[in-house]
């Protein structure tokens, strides 16, 4: 399969404009269906698709082109679907209320349900697992995190791993610092400012090789979460559009091969293996 990119030039940023103001004018969920969806589309023919951008190797931004495995499995579903792809970005803890207010038809964008989210969204089936993974400097000899001493522990702003943190670690976490994204945190841990950082698993190996950073994993995943797609709450149509878009490139291989580029290995949430 080839790997679709887009560039990212301004009219992107126009487009979003017009699209939600066409929302305001029409009121906002009257949506028309296009392709082989029986869901609530913004614009006939056309998925706009969201994601941060800042989690690589899902979402990331390399020359000036949008790319990651999320970008990819987002493309494939739009083209199982009839519909052309249209991808935006915005920072993660910003993207349910872009759906919210018809900026977006989905979220892909590694985002685990939680019932938080679950009263601000409806999600698909998950389309991949993985675990909640605590990193640290490679002399830290880190086999607990809930071992460390009063640790300074960072982590993506309005992510599940910080409601773990800010819940579970209120007993043995010294502080939590929020970043806008993890490869922000790691490359802090990597310089000494933090003690550690919580992150997904995948992300976290792939941004230490990529950066050459000396950091490790400490002990085994905390917990395993399998994210889903979001779109707004009461588009069940196009929830049942999105699933069955993801079981069919999950049938014909395409899936597969969008992991095996990015991990080396099927990481779909029926192959947790």
């Known amino acids: ?38 869901g609530e589309l913004i614009e006939d023919g056309t998925l706009v698709v969201a994601m941060s951008g800042e989690f690589q190797p899902f979402s990331y931004v390399e020359g000036n082109e949008l790319t990651g495995f999320d970008y990819d499995i987002g493309a494939a579903v739009a083209e199982e679907l009839g519909l052309e792809m249209q991808a935006e970005t915005a920072a993660f803890a910003s993207l349910i209320g872009g759906v919210q207010a018809n900026r977006y038809d989905v979220l892909i964008a590694s985002m685990t349900p939680t019932e938080e989210r679950d009263e601000a969204v409806d999600f698909t089936d998950g389309y991949y697992s993985s675990g909640a993974q605590a990193f640290v400097p490679a002399d ?10 009063d640790p300074t522990i960072g982590v993506a702003t309005g992510t599940t791993y910080q409601a773990y943190l800010e819940e579970e670690g209120a007993d043995w976490v010294g502080e939590i610092r929020s970043f806008d994204s993890d490869v922000v945190a790691l490359r802090d841990l990597g310089t000494g400012r933090l003690d550690a950082v919580m992150t997904d698993r995948l992300v976290g190996l792939h941004q230490i090789e990529e950066a050459g950073l000396d950091v490790v994993e400490c002990g085994d995943p905390l917990y395993t979460e399998s994210p ?11 929830v ?33 293996g």
Not at 228 to 238: I, T
Not at 259 to 271: K, L, N, P, R, V
């Open 240 to 272: 049942n559009d999105l699933d069955g878009a993801l079981d069919a490139i999950i049938e014909d291989g395409t899936y597969a091969e969008i992991s095996e580029t990015y991990f080396g290995q099927d990481i779909s949430a029926d192959d947790e």
């Open 140 to 149: 830290a000899e880190c086999t607990d995190v809930s071992e460390l001493d």
């Open 1 to 38: 399969m080839t790997r679709a990119r887009r560039a990212l030039p301004a009219l992107v940023a126009a487009s979003a404009l017009a699209l939600a103001a066409c929302g305001e004018q029409d009121g906002g969920s009257d949506a028309a269906g296009g392709g082989e969806v029986s």
């Open 228 to 238: 889903a797609f979001a779109v707004k709450e009461g588009n069940s149509g196009l």
